[in-house]
Protein backbone atom coordinates (compact mmCIF):
# COMPACT_ATOMS: atom_id res chain seq x y z
CA UNK A 1 0.00 0.00 0.00
CA UNK A 2 1.76 3.09 -1.16
CA UNK A 3 0.08 6.33 1.57
CA UNK A 4 2.31 8.83 -0.58
CA UNK A 5 0.38 12.17 -2.01
CA UNK A 6 0.88 11.97 -5.64
CA UNK A 7 2.48 15.24 -7.37
CA UNK A 8 3.76 16.35 -10.49
CA UNK A 9 6.21 13.34 -11.87
CA UNK A 10 7.96 16.20 -14.09
CA UNK A 11 9.28 19.60 -13.83
CA UNK A 12 7.57 22.00 -16.61
CA UNK A 13 7.86 25.45 -17.51
CA UNK A 14 5.15 27.62 -16.22
CA UNK A 15 4.29 25.02 -13.25
CA UNK A 16 1.85 26.03 -10.77
CA UNK A 17 2.79 24.72 -7.57
CA UNK A 18 3.17 28.89 -6.38
CA UNK A 19 -0.09 29.92 -7.57
CA UNK A 20 -1.96 27.27 -5.88
CA UNK A 21 -3.06 29.36 -2.98
CA UNK A 22 -4.09 32.04 -4.88
CA UNK A 23 -6.12 29.51 -7.51
CA UNK A 24 -7.48 28.35 -4.16
CA UNK A 25 -9.19 31.82 -3.32
CA UNK A 26 -10.86 32.15 -6.22
CA UNK A 27 -12.68 28.36 -5.79
CA UNK A 28 -15.92 28.39 -6.52
CA UNK A 29 -17.59 27.59 -2.98
CA UNK A 30 -20.31 25.72 -4.62
CA UNK A 31 -17.90 22.90 -6.63
CA UNK A 32 -16.66 22.83 -2.49
CA UNK A 33 -19.99 21.00 -1.71
CA UNK A 34 -20.96 19.29 -4.27
CA UNK A 35 -19.83 17.01 -6.98
CA UNK A 36 -18.36 18.64 -10.04
CA UNK A 37 -16.09 17.64 -13.11
CA UNK A 38 -12.76 19.38 -13.16
CA UNK A 39 -11.32 20.22 -16.80
CA UNK A 40 -7.49 21.12 -17.20
CA UNK A 41 -7.05 21.92 -21.29
CA UNK A 42 -3.42 22.89 -20.90
CA UNK A 43 -2.28 20.32 -17.67
CA UNK A 44 1.75 20.38 -18.51
CA UNK A 45 3.05 18.74 -15.60
CA UNK A 46 -0.49 19.27 -13.75
CA UNK A 47 0.75 21.12 -10.30
CA UNK A 48 -3.01 22.13 -10.54
CA UNK A 49 -4.51 19.06 -11.35
CA UNK A 50 -2.78 17.08 -8.55
CA UNK A 51 -3.66 19.68 -5.69
CA UNK A 52 -7.47 19.27 -6.71
CA UNK A 53 -7.44 15.79 -6.85
CA UNK A 54 -5.30 15.74 -3.25
CA UNK A 55 -7.67 17.89 -1.83
CA UNK A 56 -11.48 17.56 -3.55
CA UNK A 57 -12.60 13.81 -2.38
CA UNK A 58 -15.86 15.22 -4.33
CA UNK A 59 -14.22 15.50 -7.37
CA UNK A 60 -16.43 13.14 -9.45
CA UNK A 61 -13.76 13.36 -12.41
CA UNK A 62 -11.09 14.92 -14.52
CA UNK A 63 -10.33 15.64 -17.58
CA UNK A 64 -6.96 16.24 -18.77
CA UNK A 65 -5.69 17.14 -22.49
CA UNK A 66 -2.17 18.68 -23.99
CA UNK A 67 -1.56 19.29 -27.54
CA UNK A 68 2.61 17.41 -26.40
CA UNK A 69 1.82 13.86 -27.64
CA UNK A 70 5.17 12.65 -25.78
CA UNK A 71 3.86 13.95 -22.59
CA UNK A 72 0.33 12.81 -22.53
CA UNK A 73 1.46 9.65 -23.38
CA UNK A 74 3.68 9.34 -20.56
CA UNK A 75 0.38 10.01 -18.11
CA UNK A 76 -0.93 7.23 -19.95
CA UNK A 77 1.83 4.89 -19.63
CA UNK A 78 1.83 5.53 -15.47
CA UNK A 79 -1.87 4.58 -15.92
CA UNK A 80 -1.29 1.21 -17.80
CA UNK A 81 1.86 0.19 -16.99
CA UNK A 82 3.80 1.78 -14.40
CA UNK A 83 5.86 -1.09 -12.88
CA UNK A 84 7.35 -1.43 -15.82
CA UNK A 85 8.27 2.15 -16.49
CA UNK A 86 9.45 2.02 -12.77
CA UNK A 87 11.81 -0.99 -14.10
CA UNK A 88 13.53 1.07 -16.77
CA UNK A 89 13.81 4.20 -14.39
CA UNK A 90 15.92 2.40 -12.35
CA UNK A 91 17.77 1.20 -14.99
CA UNK A 92 18.39 4.45 -16.32
CA UNK A 93 19.01 6.45 -12.70
CA UNK A 94 21.63 3.35 -11.90
CA UNK A 95 23.60 3.78 -15.13
CA UNK A 96 23.79 7.44 -15.00
CA UNK A 97 24.32 8.13 -11.45
CA UNK A 98 26.99 5.28 -11.82
CA UNK A 99 28.77 7.70 -14.38
CA UNK A 100 28.91 10.86 -11.92
CA UNK A 101 31.91 12.56 -12.00
CA UNK A 102 33.02 11.04 -15.35
CA UNK A 103 31.67 13.97 -17.42
CA UNK A 104 32.42 13.10 -21.22
CA UNK A 105 30.81 9.50 -20.72
CA UNK A 106 27.67 11.34 -18.73
CA UNK A 107 26.89 13.58 -21.72
CA UNK A 108 27.89 11.06 -24.39
CA UNK A 109 24.69 8.88 -22.13
CA UNK A 110 22.50 11.48 -21.79
CA UNK A 111 22.80 12.70 -25.98
CA UNK A 112 22.29 8.81 -26.58
CA UNK A 113 19.42 8.92 -25.14
CA UNK A 114 18.18 12.11 -26.79
CA UNK A 115 19.08 11.12 -29.82
CA UNK A 116 16.73 7.62 -29.12
CA UNK A 117 14.00 9.21 -27.88
CA UNK A 118 14.10 11.65 -31.11
CA UNK A 119 13.44 8.58 -33.19
CA UNK A 120 10.59 8.10 -31.54
CA UNK A 121 10.60 4.52 -32.79
CA UNK A 122 10.91 2.98 -29.22
CA UNK A 123 7.68 1.04 -27.30
CA UNK A 124 5.49 3.11 -25.43
CA UNK A 125 6.53 2.58 -21.82
CA UNK A 126 10.82 2.93 -23.34
CA UNK A 127 9.20 6.06 -24.66
CA UNK A 128 7.72 7.19 -21.85
CA UNK A 129 11.04 6.52 -19.85
CA UNK A 130 13.21 8.28 -22.06
CA UNK A 131 10.51 11.07 -21.63
CA UNK A 132 10.89 11.63 -17.88
CA UNK A 133 15.03 10.65 -18.02
CA UNK A 134 15.34 13.57 -19.87
CA UNK A 135 13.01 15.98 -18.03
CA UNK A 136 14.94 15.20 -15.12
CA UNK A 137 18.49 15.55 -16.46
CA UNK A 138 18.19 17.99 -18.78
CA UNK A 139 19.21 22.04 -18.61
CA UNK A 140 16.42 23.28 -15.94
CA UNK A 141 14.28 21.01 -16.92
CA UNK A 142 12.53 22.72 -20.02
CA UNK A 143 10.65 20.95 -22.85
CA UNK A 144 11.85 22.36 -26.03
CA UNK A 145 11.23 20.94 -29.56
CA UNK A 146 12.31 22.19 -32.93
CA UNK A 147 9.77 22.02 -35.70
CA UNK A 148 10.62 19.33 -36.95
CA UNK A 149 9.54 17.80 -33.02
CA UNK A 150 13.09 16.91 -32.18
CA UNK A 151 14.20 17.89 -28.65
CA UNK A 152 17.29 19.62 -28.54
CA UNK A 153 17.71 20.76 -25.04
CA UNK A 154 21.17 20.58 -23.63
CA UNK A 155 22.07 18.06 -20.73
CA UNK A 156 22.11 19.53 -17.20
CA UNK A 157 24.42 20.40 -14.46
CA UNK A 158 22.53 18.16 -11.67
CA UNK A 159 24.77 15.80 -9.46
CA UNK A 160 22.99 12.59 -9.13
CA UNK A 161 19.53 13.76 -9.77
CA UNK A 162 16.34 11.60 -9.28
CA UNK A 163 15.13 9.80 -12.16
CA UNK A 164 13.17 7.05 -10.55
CA UNK A 165 10.19 8.59 -7.95
CA UNK A 166 8.67 4.82 -7.82
CA UNK A 167 6.84 6.11 -4.76
CA UNK A 168 5.48 9.25 -6.44
CA UNK A 169 4.78 7.13 -9.93
CA UNK A 170 2.76 4.73 -8.02
CA UNK A 171 0.73 7.91 -6.21
CA UNK A 172 0.17 9.42 -9.55
CA UNK A 173 -0.94 5.69 -11.12
CA UNK A 174 -3.47 5.55 -7.90
CA UNK A 175 -4.24 9.43 -8.03
CA UNK A 176 -5.04 9.39 -12.17
CA UNK A 177 -8.03 6.81 -12.31
CA UNK A 178 -10.39 8.87 -12.07
CA UNK A 179 -9.04 11.14 -14.78
CA UNK A 180 -9.54 10.89 -18.39
CA UNK A 181 -6.46 11.49 -20.21
CA UNK A 182 -6.87 13.66 -23.59
CA UNK A 183 -4.07 14.73 -26.63
CA UNK A 184 -4.92 17.39 -28.84
CA UNK A 185 -6.10 21.16 -29.09
CA UNK A 186 -7.89 22.96 -26.04
CA UNK A 187 -11.02 23.41 -27.77
CA UNK A 188 -11.41 19.82 -28.17
CA UNK A 189 -12.44 19.61 -24.37
CA UNK A 190 -15.94 21.08 -24.62
CA UNK A 191 -17.75 17.62 -25.37
CA UNK A 192 -16.63 16.73 -21.45
CA UNK A 193 -18.13 19.11 -20.23
CA UNK A 194 -21.31 18.76 -17.63
CA UNK A 195 -23.29 20.33 -16.21
CA UNK A 196 -21.39 21.41 -12.72
CA UNK A 197 -17.69 22.22 -14.72
CA UNK A 198 -14.62 23.85 -13.22
CA UNK A 199 -12.20 24.80 -15.98
CA UNK A 200 -8.17 25.61 -15.12
CA UNK A 201 -6.62 27.22 -18.05
CA UNK A 202 -3.07 27.68 -17.87
CA UNK A 203 -1.85 28.26 -21.37
CA UNK A 204 1.49 29.25 -22.84
CA UNK A 205 2.42 32.30 -21.23
CA UNK A 206 2.46 36.05 -23.27
CA UNK A 207 6.09 36.51 -23.80
CA UNK A 208 7.05 39.08 -21.45
CA UNK A 209 9.54 40.38 -24.17
CA UNK A 210 10.47 38.99 -27.19
CA UNK A 211 13.42 36.50 -26.00
CA UNK A 212 12.63 36.96 -22.12
CA UNK A 213 9.84 34.07 -21.65
CA UNK A 214 10.13 30.44 -23.03
CA UNK A 215 6.91 29.08 -25.01
CA UNK A 216 7.65 26.24 -26.97
CA UNK A 217 6.68 23.44 -25.07
CA UNK A 218 5.61 21.59 -28.66
CA UNK A 219 6.00 22.41 -32.38
CA UNK A 220 2.79 24.66 -32.27
CA UNK A 221 3.33 28.10 -31.98
CA UNK A 222 0.87 29.66 -29.24
CA UNK A 223 0.96 33.69 -30.70
CA UNK A 224 -1.29 36.68 -30.05
CA UNK A 225 -4.09 34.82 -32.89
CA UNK A 226 -4.32 31.78 -30.24
CA UNK A 227 -4.29 34.07 -26.94
CA UNK A 228 -7.71 35.58 -28.85
CA UNK A 229 -8.98 32.43 -29.95
CA UNK A 230 -8.91 31.09 -26.12
CA UNK A 231 -10.69 34.32 -25.20
CA UNK A 232 -13.25 33.48 -27.75
CA UNK A 233 -13.78 29.74 -26.19
CA UNK A 234 -13.58 31.06 -22.96
CA UNK A 235 -16.84 33.25 -23.84
CA UNK A 236 -18.60 30.22 -25.34
CA UNK A 237 -17.73 29.17 -22.19
CA UNK A 238 -19.47 31.51 -20.11
CA UNK A 239 -22.13 31.78 -22.47
CA UNK A 240 -22.94 27.91 -21.79
CA UNK A 241 -23.13 28.53 -18.10
CA UNK A 242 -19.56 26.95 -17.60
CA UNK A 243 -17.26 28.79 -14.33
CA UNK A 244 -13.42 28.92 -15.15
CA UNK A 245 -10.14 30.44 -13.88
CA UNK A 246 -7.35 31.30 -16.11
CA UNK A 247 -3.56 32.40 -15.85
CA UNK A 248 -1.52 34.61 -17.50
CA UNK A 249 1.83 36.86 -18.05
CA UNK A 250 1.01 40.28 -17.16
CA UNK A 251 2.27 41.97 -19.74
CA UNK A 252 1.17 45.33 -18.46
CA UNK A 253 3.73 45.12 -15.01
CA UNK A 254 6.68 45.26 -17.71
CA UNK A 255 5.08 47.92 -20.09
CA UNK A 256 2.18 49.93 -18.25
CA UNK A 257 0.91 50.97 -22.06
CA UNK A 258 0.14 47.21 -22.74
CA UNK A 259 -3.21 46.46 -22.42
CA UNK A 260 -3.72 43.34 -24.49
CA UNK A 261 -5.18 40.92 -21.82
CA UNK A 262 -7.20 43.81 -19.76
CA UNK A 263 -9.04 44.48 -23.30
CA UNK A 264 -9.15 40.84 -24.36
CA UNK A 265 -10.71 40.45 -21.17
CA UNK A 266 -12.70 43.39 -20.21
CA UNK A 267 -15.77 41.75 -19.61
CA UNK A 268 -14.63 39.19 -16.89
CA UNK A 269 -12.69 39.62 -13.40
CA UNK A 270 -9.27 40.04 -13.50
CA UNK A 271 -6.77 39.89 -10.31
CA UNK A 272 -2.94 40.48 -10.07
CA UNK A 273 -1.36 38.10 -8.13
CA UNK A 274 2.70 37.78 -7.43
CA UNK A 275 3.93 34.68 -8.73
CA UNK A 276 7.24 33.34 -8.70
CA UNK A 277 8.74 31.72 -12.21
CA UNK A 278 11.05 28.42 -11.70
CA UNK A 279 12.48 27.84 -14.64
CA UNK A 280 14.26 31.12 -16.41
CA UNK A 281 18.13 30.93 -18.10
CA UNK A 282 19.54 33.58 -16.13
CA UNK A 283 19.04 33.09 -12.10
CA UNK A 284 18.78 36.67 -11.84
CA UNK A 285 15.07 37.15 -13.47
CA UNK A 286 13.95 33.97 -11.15
CA UNK A 287 12.43 37.12 -8.94
CA UNK A 288 9.25 37.85 -8.37
CA UNK A 289 6.64 38.68 -11.35
CA UNK A 290 2.69 39.51 -11.28
CA UNK A 291 0.52 36.93 -13.25
CA UNK A 292 -3.03 37.26 -14.33
CA UNK A 293 -5.83 35.12 -12.52
CA UNK A 294 -9.05 35.80 -14.77
CA UNK A 295 -12.13 33.85 -14.21
CA UNK A 296 -15.70 34.42 -15.34
CA UNK A 297 -17.14 34.34 -11.82
CA UNK A 298 -18.06 37.95 -9.68
CA UNK A 299 -18.90 40.02 -12.55
CA UNK A 300 -21.65 40.77 -14.38
CA UNK A 301 -21.54 40.47 -18.06
CA UNK A 302 -22.83 41.25 -21.65
CA UNK A 303 -22.75 37.81 -22.54
CA UNK A 304 -26.36 36.38 -22.29
CA UNK A 305 -25.91 33.22 -20.11
CA UNK A 306 -28.53 30.16 -20.44
CA UNK A 307 -30.77 30.03 -17.88
C1 LIG B 1 2.01 26.91 -19.11
S1 LIG B 1 2.07 25.23 -19.64
C2 LIG B 1 1.03 24.50 -18.47
C3 LIG B 1 1.75 24.34 -17.16
C4 LIG B 1 0.96 23.51 -16.16
N1 LIG B 1 -0.12 24.27 -15.57
C5 LIG B 1 1.85 22.98 -15.06
O1 LIG B 1 1.54 23.13 -13.86
O2 LIG B 1 2.88 22.37 -15.40
C6 LIG B 1 1.16 25.22 -21.14
C7 LIG B 1 0.88 23.87 -21.77
O3 LIG B 1 0.01 24.07 -22.89
C8 LIG B 1 0.30 23.11 -23.90
N2 LIG B 1 -0.28 23.62 -25.18
C9 LIG B 1 0.24 24.51 -26.07
N3 LIG B 1 -0.64 24.77 -27.07
C10 LIG B 1 -1.75 24.04 -26.82
C11 LIG B 1 -3.03 23.89 -27.46
N4 LIG B 1 -3.33 24.55 -28.58
N5 LIG B 1 -3.94 23.06 -26.91
C12 LIG B 1 -3.65 22.37 -25.77
N6 LIG B 1 -2.45 22.46 -25.11
C13 LIG B 1 -1.52 23.29 -25.62
C14 LIG B 1 1.81 22.98 -23.84
O4 LIG B 1 2.23 21.75 -24.37
C15 LIG B 1 2.08 23.12 -22.32
O5 LIG B 1 2.19 21.88 -21.67
Known amino acids: MNNKTAK ?42 FWMLNNFPNLKKAVINDINADLINTYKTIVSNSKELISILEVMQNEFHALEGKENEKKEYYYQK ?9 TQTDHSALFIFLNRTCFNGLYRVNRKNEFNVPIGSYKKPTICDRENILAVN ?78 KGKNANDNFFDELYADFNIQRVD ?33
Open 8 to 49: PFLKWAGGKTQLVGDIEKLFPIHFQKSQFTYIEPFVGSGAVL
Open 114 to 122: RTQYNTRKS
Open 174 to 251: EALKKVDILCGDFEHILPYATENTLFYFDPPYKPLSETSSFNSYSKYEFNDQEQIRLRDFCIKLDTLNHTWILSNSDV
Open 275 to 307: AKRSINADPGKRGKLTELLITNQGKSRPYVRAI
